[in-house]
């Protein structure tokens, strides 16, 4: 099954800045005239060390794992 989660850049607030290409431990972010994407999703760690450094939070990994809260 070739159902990747990746990251989701949100091109309206990215500034251009490089932060994420540059310390992407994957290297899967590339900028391209458009912004950057993540050119190679199978390297993609889902590390969700791109959302935390991006400046702007423009990065989004939705599908981050974390505890709910019980009851509710
Ligand atoms: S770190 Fe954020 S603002 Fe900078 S290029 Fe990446 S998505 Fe855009
Ligand atoms: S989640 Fe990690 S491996 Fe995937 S694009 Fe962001 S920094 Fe790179």
Do not use: S
Not at 7 to 30: Q, S, Y
Not at 47 to 60: D, F, K, L, M, S
């Amino acid at each position: 099954m070739l159902d990747w989660v990746l990251p989701e850049i949100d091109k309206a607030l990215c500034d251009r800045c490089g932060a994420c290409v540059a310390l992407c431990p994957a290297g899967a972010v590339d900028m391209t005239p458009q912004g950057p994407v993540v050119a190679r999703p199978a390297d993609c760690t889902y590390c969700t060390q791109c959302e935390a450094i991006c400046p702007q939070g423009a990065i989004r990994c939705a599908f981050e794992i974390v505890w709910a809260p019980e009851g509710g």
